[in-house]
């Protein structure tokens, strides 16, 4: 199946490893260009490096109000263009409701929630027919996640902001989606598991709930993605997609 993707120019942010890098790989592999960024300007250039002469590197701070002007001049200066953005950003800290600090929470707004909007906004202001802004939100948009309290809730508030951004911008042909990850095999997923006492009857116990018995791997989350970023969904918008092996057992 052609995905339409040749040569068309998309942002993806936090890129520099774990879900977005994946991400960032599906796209340049059927022959879309991008920008990829991460906070530290080797590791972004190395990324790039990584995915060849249709990658560049930027360096920047998803809550840095001049990021958003910055990477979609970036688009268009290395390659002429500007088609869309996938917004991806590392987890914020983990922690029950007593265990997380007020600035714990406050830099998790600026660059998971405000950061997101910001970019988003920046992107719908630039984008024409055909464009696609795409979020990396989390499985705990449905359902919290113990533990992770400052994602429970930020993510739902950010599908909640992309649900109405794909409304205003559908008349003018410009697409919105949300992918839903739960249980990837990412080095923040491995984190994660390590915090329990029994990382591996953690993982066990993890994939006993999930419908195909594993983790999914990076490389079916980018195949996802680079889908749902392409011109083949043309015709999908104001959707959150699960890619969870089946984790979500409701509707």
Not at 210 to 234: C, D, K, N, Q, V
Request: glycine share 12%; net charge negative.
């Amino acid at each position: 199946m052609d995905l339409g993707l040749k040569d068309r120019v998309y942002v993806v942010t936090g890129a520099t490893r774990g879900l977005g890098n994946a991400a960032a790989r599906s796209l340049v592999a059927d022959g879309a260009k991008v920008v990829v960024t991460g906070r530290e300007e080797t590791r972004a250039l190395a990324a790039a490096a990584e995915l060849g002469p249709n990658a560049v590197g930027v360096a920047v701070d998803n809550a840095d109000p001049s990021a958003p002007e910055r990477l979609i001049a970036a688009a268009r200066e290395h390659f002429g263009g500007f088609d869309g953005v996938l917004i991806s950003v590392g987890g914020p800290a983990p922690g029950f409701v007593a265990d997380n600090t007020d600035e714990q929470w406050q830099s998790a707004f600026e660059s998971v929630f405000l950061g997101a909007v910001r970019l988003a906004r920046a992107a719908a202001a630039e984008l024409e027919a055909g464009g696609v802004i795409g979020f990396v939100l989390s499985a705990s948009v449905h359902e919290p996640l113990p533990g992770l309290t400052i994602s429970n809730g930020l993510r739902p508030g950010l599908a909640g902001f992309a649900k109405s951004l794909a409304d205003e911008l559908g008349p003018r042909g410009i697409r919105v989606v949300g992918l839903l990850p739960s249980r990837i095999d990412t080095d923040r997923v491995r984190e994660l598991d390590a915090l329990s006492a029994d990382p591996e009857a953690t993982r066990a116990a993890n994939e006993s709930r999930i419908p195909l018995r594993r983790y999914g791997t990076p490389e079916e989350f980018g195949r996802a993605a680079a889908f749902f970023l392409s011109p083949a969904a043309s015709y999908l918008t104001g959707v959150m997609l699960p890619v969870d092996g089946g984790m979500r057992h409701g509707f």
